[in-house]
Antibody, heavy 119, light 108 residues
C-alpha cells in the first residue's frame, strides 16, 4: 500500500525559506521509473506543478519557479524534501506530494499541508 | 510552454445525465494526458491516464478519449458523488508537467 505524507511549517513569514518533507511508504525511490512530485493549490484555485525528482536523481522544475526551488531525496529514509526560497503571501497554498511513474501521472497523493505566508 | 485549456469552466447537470468535459492542449502531448477528480478538502484522485486508461478502482462510467491536442472526459451517467472539480494534466519534455484550470461539475 502506497502512502505519502507532507510535513513542515504551517506558517512562514515573507522572505523566509519554506522546507517541506514528504515521507512515503509502499514503494522505493530507487526503482526505475519512479518519481515523487510536488504540486500546490492556492485556496479556491487550480493545481500547479512545482517539481519532480526521479529514481535516478534527475530533477525537474516548473520554469516559473525554478530559481526558488530545490528538490532532494533521501532514499534510505524514504523522504523527499522541497525547499522554496523568498516566500511571499501569494505562495499561500496547500502543498501536496505525489507518487509518479515516468512523470506521466500522479497516482498516489498525500493529504496535503496548508502553508500560510504572513507576517 | 504547453498550456491546457479546459471547458466549460462550470457544467451544471442532473444525476443520471451524461457529462462531457474537454481539455485542449496548445501543442501535441501525444497521449500523455491524465484526468483527476477533486472534492472539497481532499487531494486529487487519478481517474484516467494515458488519455483513455482508467486507474485502479475507477468505475466504468468514467471514460477518456483523444490524442494530440484534444481530449475528452465522459461520465456516462452521473452519480451524486461525481459532482466535483475535474483537472486534466499533461506530461511533455518542457515544461515537464502542467495542469488545466479545472472544470467544476455542479448539480443542476
Amino acid at each position: 500500500q502506497i502512502t505519502l505524507k507532507e510535513s513542515g511549517p504551517t506558517l512562514v513569514k515573507p522572505t523566509q525559506t519554506l522546507t517541506l518533507t514528504c515521507t512515503f511508504s509502499g514503494f522505493s525511490l530507487s526503482t526505475s521509473g519512479v518519481g515523487v512530485g510536488w504540486i500546490r493549490q492556492p485556496p479556491g484555485k487550480a493545481l500547479e506543478w512545482l517539481a519532480l525528482i526521479y529514481w535516478d536523481d534527475d530533477k525537474r522544475y516548473s520554469p516559473s519557479l525554478k530559481s526558488r526551488l530545490t528538490i532532494t531525496k533521501d532514499t534510505s529514509k524514504n523522504q523527499v524534501v522541497l525547499t522554496m526560497t523568498n516566500m511571499d503571501p501569494v505562495d499561500t497554498a496547500t502543498y501536496y506530494c505525489a507518487h509518479s511513474v515516468y512523470a506521466k501521472f500522479f497516482d498516489y497523493w498525500g493529504q496535503g499541508t496548508l502553508v500560510t505566508v504572513s507576517s | 510552454e504547453i498550456v491546457l485549456t479546459q471547458s466549460p469552466a462550470t457544467l451544471s447537470l442532473s444525476p443520471g445525465e451524461r457529462a462531457t468535459l474537454s481539455c485542449r492542449a496548445s501543442q501535441s502531448v501525444s497521449s500523455y494526458l491524465a484526468w483527476y477528480q477533486q472534492k472539497p478538502g481532499q487531494a486529487p484522485r487519478l481517474l484516467i491516464y494515458d488519455a483513455s486508461n482508467r486507474a485502479t478502482g475507477i468505475p466504468a462510467r468514467f471514460s477518456g478519449s483523444g490524442s494530440g491536442t484534444d481530449f475528452t472526459l465522459t461520465i456516462s451517467s452521473l452519480e451524486p458523488e461525481d459532482f466535483a472539480v475535474y483537472y486534466c494534466q499533461q506530461r511533455s519534455n518542457w515544461p515537464l508537467i502542467t495542469f488545466g484550470q479545472g472544470t467544476r461539475l455542479e448539480i443542476k
